[in-house]
């Protein structure tokens, strides 16, 4: 299972009501969806906000033997309640049906990231 198997894109195509289930907005804001075939088109924004960073950082780190390690940085940070769809306002929640977070056994996009992680090998330290 790849990171193009979340459901967002097709939760997005089935339009919008008064709130929607994502997992891409907890991993950071904004996202633009370009057109594509019968795809949603549009941008999804913090509710308060143009832009809410990302609370996982991905960085090379280079050890002083000369190899190069992948690092990934998980920041504490709120969780969006709510985003903006082409300005409208929704509320948002994760979706309990994405099959990423299903299966990763993931409750939260975030520890999707984590349990990826993990499964390709990163060692979890906790400061």
Not at 61 to 86: C, E, H, Q, S, Y
Request: with cysteine.
């Amino acid at each position: 299972m790849d990171g193009c198997e979340w459901s967002d894109h097709r939760t997005l195509k089935n339009g919008v009501q008064g709130s929607i289930a994502l997992a891409k907005p907890y991993l950071g804001l904004p996202i633009i969806y370009q057109k594509f075939d019968q795809a949603f088109e549009g941008s999804l924004t913090s509710e308060t906000t143009d832009r809410m960073s990302s609370p996982i950082i991905l960085r090379p780190i280079k050890f002083a033997d000369g190899t190069i390690r992948p690092m990934i940085v998980f920041l504490p940070g709120r969780n969006p309640t709510a985003i903006r769809i082409d300005g409208q306002k929704v509320d948002l929640e994760v979706p309990v049906t994405d099959p990423v977070l299903n299966s990763l056994r993931a409750t939260h996009p975030i520890d999707a990231v984590r349990m990826a992680a993990i499964r390709e090998g990163f060692i979890e330290v906790k400061w």
